[in-house]
């Protein structure tokens, strides 16, 4: 017997891993975790106009978990489409704490490694400027953060850390429809059956805008 489903799953592992790029698993962990200071800071920001000291935790942020009033116009006068009827500010309050524990998580695993967030500066523009620029940076930040995580599958060699990026991908995924949702688009990125893997390069030309200052990064 001829096994002839051989070619397919050379197909889909194709369309679903990215380019071969010559990283370490500490390389990409730092690759990840300057994703995780970047979208952490933008939330804390929009949530309180706050910012992420080095080693802080969900409960240094907010400690009574009620979060801010919060920065970005005519955020709380959002709802999503029916028949969703979650509260859009608590959602991204979700996301703050998400992210924040993101960022833990890769400095445990990295320890010594780890950059330090005190070394990176974020400026996000106009993005809080209304509800509509606020809700289009974020679908953007989270669809980056799926195609960066996706993007590097094929370059981890340790299993649990590729577990790890595993998880964290699937909640980034989950980020990115609900905004998708709230803002009225498809559920993927033009309704693709596939999420597109994008390398370190592509990746950091999208979030290089929101970085005004970085430590010298071990990756393109």
Known sequence: MVFRGHGIAELLYAQQTGETEDLSDTDILNYALTLEYLEATFYLRADSGGSLPQGATVADI??????????????????????ATFSVPTFVRTVRDHEITHVLALQGALGANALNRDDFAFDFGGAFASAAAFLATAQ??????????????????????????GTILGVEAEHASTFRLINGDTVTPGNADFDTPRSSAEVLAIAQPFITAAPPLPFP
Do not use: F, K, M
Request: no cysteine; aromatic share 2%.
């Open 140 to 165: 953007t930040l989270e669809d980056t953060g799926v195609t960066a995580y996706l993007g590097q599958t094929n370059n981890i060699d340790t299993v649990s850390i590729l577990a790890t990026a």
């Open 62 to 83: 907010d400690p009574d978990g009620n979060g801010q009033p919060g920065t970005v116009p005519g955020l709380d006068a959002v709802t999503p489409p029916a028949p």
